[in-house]
């Protein structure tokens, strides 16, 4: 069977993917949807739960406000419509983590409607751009959200960590009653790389709005897609497949580039594709059939007798559209004309609204805001890159950032004396203007006596290399500027040293 993307690229002629995905979000409340337990993680087995989270005979839910809130605002940066009305349902079905047998969820009447994200598109617009590629015109793409709506987890089956896991499941009810909100897409995906970037972008708008930490490794942001493959040019839809428990975006992005090969070579071969949930393999870089689904979906609703429907009127509404923060696509705009810089430097500063933060911070304070956001990508980044460490773990802060631009815009340092600094600050683990201390405060050479007393000797040591310069080969002017910036120890002027040069040369 063959699973290699140019199987299921989007330029396949005979057939396209539609994807659809459905992005489960734990919202940040201190305690849980329908009752008072923490939602800390982490915590023993079994400690964050009482009757209501559990299901006991006689519990009955009360709605937490602060959830209402936080779903809403995700639901506004989404670009949804926010009902006025919305009822909360018994989603019924039976599993060992499940333990009242429903999931109190919203089913025909949501919070939250109509909403999109717009994603970026390559070039040649059939695939994603990724940052730091050559390519950087930015084209977008339009991905609608059909649904954001509320609903408590369920709890989670352990299979392993405990005497008996070989031959038993464990349950751990605590995660039973968290907040989440499942925000739905239309089908409008057509590739594994736009799926990935809309789930990027997605994770982006929700990281800056605070609502969710969407850490995956805890399950606070789980995704399952929908994949379904169609003869191009026809309007229905294939069969679709559902691929869950995925637990990165780019193993998302992998798992939908094998499935859709896989239904590709079914129908090729004269088979059927079956509607069931798959499981995807990492390792084996293949999915597994988990089970069957006969229908689109295989619960019973209906609504939860034990709550009133939820209003968010006009009022509650502008009270919560307050505290919607400036966005990504709108912060980078803004800082496109505050800065000038491109879009592509405010694409690579925007990606988590910490970065962002701090390079307004420093951009604010420097004197050239474009020479502090080529050190943020160009130097910082690199270094951070290397040592495998985030931004806030940086021992250069913005304010060392804006330090060393100045330094470098009023030419008291080069270029290369800035990297050496660099190397120097995430070496001892200190802040550029520390080590700048330290270092004695350098300062580029601008003596020009000095300078040619450095290139005479240079000349006179390289008589070859001085021939072949004078016989046209006028590339050996760049071997005379590196030794002369070696032997001056990084100091001396470039600029200052070019100019002597030539001068000295003819």
Known sequence: MASTAETSIAAHPKFEPVIGLEVHVHLLTVSKIFCSCSTRFGAPPNTNVCPVCLGLPGALPVLNKKVVEFATLAAMALNCRINETSIFARKNYFYPDLPKGYQISQYDKPLAEFGYIEVPLSKAGDGIKELGTENRE???????????????????????????????????????????????????????????????????????????????????????????????????????????????????????EYEIGRQIDVIESGGKIMQ???????????????????????????????????????????????????????????????????????????????????????????????????????????????KNIS????????????????????????????????????????????????????????DTSALEKIIDEILAANPKQLEQYRAGKKTMLGFFVGQVMKASKGQASPQIVNELLARKLG
């Open 138 to 256: 930015l084209r977008t793409k339009k991905i609608g959200i059909t649904r954001v709506h509320l609903e408590e987890d369920a709890g989670k089956s352990l299979h392993e960590g405990f005497p008996d896991s070989a031959e038993k499941t464990a349950i751990d009810l605590n995660r039973t009653g968290v907040p989440l909100i499942e925000i739905v897409s239309e089908p409008d995906i057509s590739t594994p790389d736009e799926a990935y970037e809309y789930l990027t972008r997605l994770k982006e708008i929700i990281l800056y709005t605070g609502v969710s930490d969407c850490n995956m490794e805890e399950g606070s942001l789980r995704a399952d897609a929908n994949v379904s493959v169609r003869p191009r040019g026809q309007k229905e839809f294939g069969t679709k497949t559902e691929i869950k428990n995925v637990n990165s975006f780019r193993f998302i992005r992998e798992a939908l």
């Open 391 to 446: 931004i806030e773990q940086s021992p250069i802060s913005m304010a060392g950032i804006a330090a060393s631009a100045d330094l470098v815009e009023t030419g008291t340092i080069s270029g290369k004396m800035l990297k050496d600094l660099y190397d120097l600050s995430f070496e001892r683990g200190k802040d550029f203007p520390v080590v700048y201390e330290e270092e004695g405060r350098p300062q580029q050479s601008t």
């Open 276 to 386: 069931e949930t798959r499981l995807y393999n990492s390792n084996e870089g293949k999915t597994y059939s988990m089970r069957s689904k006969e229908q689109a979906h295989d619960y019973r609703y209906f609504p939860e007798p034990d709550l009133l429907p939820l209003v968010v009127d006009e009022k509650w509404k502008a009270e919560i559209a307050r505290a919607l923060p400036e966005l990504p696509e709108a912060r980078r705009a803004r800082m496109v004309k505050d800065y000038g810089i491109t879009e592509y430097d405010a694409q690579v500063l925007t990606f988590s609204k910490s970065l962002a933060d701090q390079f307004e911070q420093a951009a604010k304070a420097a004197k050239n805001p474009k020479r502090v956001a080529n050190l943020v990508q160009g130097e910082l980044m690199g270094r951070l890159k290397a």
